[in-house]
């Protein structure tokens, strides 16, 4: 089938540095054209118009010519391909949807996918392409992340219906960037809550627009997308207060009654072993009789699918052991956040923790018990922590925690401004003591008499 469609390059579109891009022109009818932009600059005097090519002659700085004929043979195929995809789909005003269409990154593989407008152009629909994503992400990441990836999607969905307009790729700018977050702090009513709360967290913001970056990134390596520019794009972020327990309240947890409540056993056993291991909740939950070999842990995380080898307290063993032997079935998160908030209660983990976070552009400060506070998080929190002020080097707990930056790590340490002075003390008690200068008295008459 012979296509009315060549590459053309001519001093009609020539720029101020002597340059032409080259187009390729579709004639959809015998009055009718379109240009289609390939973005490759030449000096048009190195077009061979005869063979419709590069000329070999084309000097390095702007590229190498066989290479640059290899990009327009593929950019013709693709522009036929959509050809044959418009003629066999009936799209009404062909030249306008090749037009709307093509783009040098685009592969037609991408046509089968988008569906048709009633202006017979075609948009790669954002929430199908998000679909495909966490699709094909599904067996390749930890079982929680497609979730935060739907998370995603229906902040985005969200937003949509609250602008009353349809967002596309095109649409994609620093403008879309800002007026998205503002939606997300101030206008988004979160959903599943028995009250009315409007407007998110700052680091749950920052989550979305990280992984919505991720996800268009992801679309633009495949060449599904053109390029998008997301420079200002900025992931926002405030420093976490979170609490953690200390080895005497972890141990009040640990030896704590239970035989009134024996459906809570299981949940304080796990909350204990993860403080000791340092393990994520979806790690610690789901250990197995062979991840134990000879008193030492080895798992592969989910989230990062790291490996880690972790040395077992005698406490976290005999757990371990007890899971095995009475084969516990594995918890689910949500119960495990809520018993073992009334364990901590029933421990004396009760005083008030005052924290602060942005709220609405504004700081909220929030008091409630310390045991309300805790969460599955608040095991690899302590964890850290705990090892931070015993002395372990930063390196090693890194090693057992799995944290693969120094300052995503500090994220982790909490400790009070009394905790922080007292662990200077020690340091400086284990350097030889607290005393800033020795007795001895200098002698300045050596130093007077040279005056």
């Known amino acids: 089938m012979k296509f009315p469609i060549k590459p053309i390059c001519d001093e009609r579109f020539i720029r101020k540095d002597g340059t032409s891009f080259i187009y390729i022109q579709y004639c959809y009818s015998a009055h009718s054209r379109t240009l289609l932009n390939t973005k490759i600059l030449i000096p048009p005097i190195y077009w061979n118009q005869k063979k419709e090519c590069v000329s070999e002659k084309l000097p390095e700085k702007f ?58 152009a075609v948009d790669i629909n954002i929430f ?13 990441v930890c079982k929680d992340m497609p979730r935060i990836y739907r998370n995603m999607k229906d ?39 028995n009250d009315t709360v409007v407007g998110l967290k700052v680091n ?31 992931i926002l972020e405030e420093e976490v207060d979170a609490v953690y327990l200390s080895m005497n309240e972890i141990n009040s947890i640990y030896n704590l009654d239970l035989s009134t409540y024996p459906h809570l056993v299981n949940y304080r056993n796990d909350f204990v072993l993860g403080c000791l291991t340092g393990l994520r909740f979806s790690d610690f ?35 371990l052991n007890t899971r095995f032997d009475s084969n516990v079935n594995v918890l ?12 901590a209660k029933m421990a004396g983990i009760t005083g008030p923790i005052k924290f602060s976070h942005k709220k609405h552009g504004k700081d909220a400060i929030e008091t409630k018990p310390k045991h309300e506070w805790i969460t599955s998080h608040t095991c690899r929190r302590s964890f850290c922590t705990n090892e931070f002020l015993a002395g372990t080097p930063v390196e090693l ?11 995503d790590f500090y994220k982790y340490i909490r400790i009070t401004s009394e905790e922080a002075g007292q662990k200077i003390k020690d340091l400086w008690k284990s350097r030889g003591g607290t005393k800033a200068f020795n007795d001895q008295k200098e002698d300045y008459s050596l130093i007077q008499s040279t005056f």
Do not use: C
Not at 332 to 337: A, C, K, R, S, V
């Open 128 to 140: 199908d392409q998000i679909d495909e994503y966490i699709k094909s992400k599904e067996k390749k």
């Open 204 to 234: 749950t913001i920052g989550k979305t627009i990280k992984q919505f970056r991720t996800f268009l990134r992801n679309r633009m390596r495949k060449r599904i997308i053109a390029p998008i520019d997301m420079d200002g794009w900025t």
């Open 63 to 120: 590229g190498q010519a066989d290479e640059i004929n290899f990009e327009l043979k593929q950019m013709m195929r693709t522009v036929e391909d959509l050809i044959v995809y418009g003629t066999k789909k009936d799209v009404p005003h062909i030249g306008k949807f090749i037009k709307k269409t093509f783009t040098p990154q685009f592969k037609i593989s991408v046509a089968e996918k988008v569906d048709l407008n009633k202006q017979g």
């Open 155 to 193: 902040h985005l969905r969200a937003f949509e219906e609250f602008r009353k307009k349809p967002i596309t790729f095109d649409s994609l700018d620093l403008n879309f960037y800002e007026e998205f977050v503002d939606f997300l702090m101030f206008e988004y009513v979160q959903r599943r809550r």
């Open 285 to 319: 939950s789901e250990l197995m009789k062979d991840d134990v070999r000879k008193d030492m842990l080895y798992k592969k995380q989910n989230k990062s699918e790291h490996w880690v080898v972790i040395p077992l307290r005698d406490e976290a063993l005999k757990i």
């Open 397 to 407: 707990i890194m090693k057992i925690s799995g944290h693969k930056s120094v300052k």
């Open 332 to 343: 689910t998160n949500g119960d495990f956040n809520k018993h073992i908030k009334t364990i």
